[in-house]
């Protein structure tokens, strides 16, 4: 159980165009998902926060206008990275907690989308 | 005094020896400390976790150590194996009703040499 996934698992595009990365919680109803970034040898970067029909939190210097993040069902969040540019090129990371788990602390983590801007 | 310091950034250990990965926040308030393993192009997975109420949590070769006046708590792979070699994190953060933002450490990469 607790399963994630997203899609695409890798997506190169151009400069200057958007690209959106869905983010599925298979078996269970997931109340929050979590956006985070992860640059080549280095930590997790947490970008935003969404429940289920509001909006986003994002975290301070992450720009709400370019990251544009949706949460419209219990089992699907998006993220759509606008006008991409090369500086974008990243391992963008999903994660879903549930209030109906044990614990709703526990996050459970998506496999992952690389995304590279040319 | 939201950081988690992770130490060291890179480990090479021998199979079949004691891997140790420590940790060090400063947030009183934390009282949730998971640690995950993350292979190279995969999310991160929960490895094993612990609250404040114990001092250790033994899950097969895993063992989390904590040391609450301290403000440490450490990661130790027994036995360690070729398939342990991945980027583990430590993770801290408060634990209540609704879902917590994670604090992640720096990372450590570890090797477990045949």
């Known amino acids: 159980g607790a399963v994630v996934s997203q899609h695409p698992s890798r997506v190169i595009c151009k400069s200057g165009t958007s690209v959106k990365i869905e983010c599925r919680s298979l078996d269970f109803q997931a109340t929050t998902m979590f956006w985070y970034r992860q640059f080549p040898k280095q930590s997790l970067m947490l970008m935003a926060t969404?429940?289920?029909?509001?909006?986003?939190?994002?975290e301070q210097g992450v720009e709400k206008d370019k990251f544009l993040i949706n949460h419209a069902s219990l089992t699907l969040s998006t993220l759509t990275v606008t006008s991409a540019h090369p500086e974008d090129s990243s391992f963008y990371i999903c994660s879903a907690t549930s209030w109906t788990s044990g614990n709703s602390n526990e996050q459970f983590f998506g496999p992952g989308t690389r995304l590279t801007v040319l | 005094q939201q950081q988690v310091k992770q130490s060291p950034q890179s480990l090479i250990v021998q199979k079949g020896g004691i891997s140790i990965i420590n940790c060090a926040y400063e947030?009183?308030?934390?009282?949730?400390f998971p640690w995950y393993q993350q292979f190279p192009g995969k999310g991160p997975a929960l490895l094993i976790a612990i609250r404040p109420d114990v001092s250790e949590k033994k899950e097969g070769r895993f063992t989390i150590s904590f040391n609450k006046s301290a403000k440490q708590f450490s990661l130790h792979i027994m036995d360690s194996q070729p398939g342990d070699s991945a980027t583990y994190f430590c993770a801290a953060s408060r634990f209540g009703q609704g879902a917590q933002k994670l604090v992640f450490g720096q990372g450590t990469r570890l090797t477990i040499n045949p």
């Open positions: 969404s429940n289920e029909g509001s909006k986003a939190t994002y």
């Open positions: 947030n009183t308030a934390f009282d949730y």
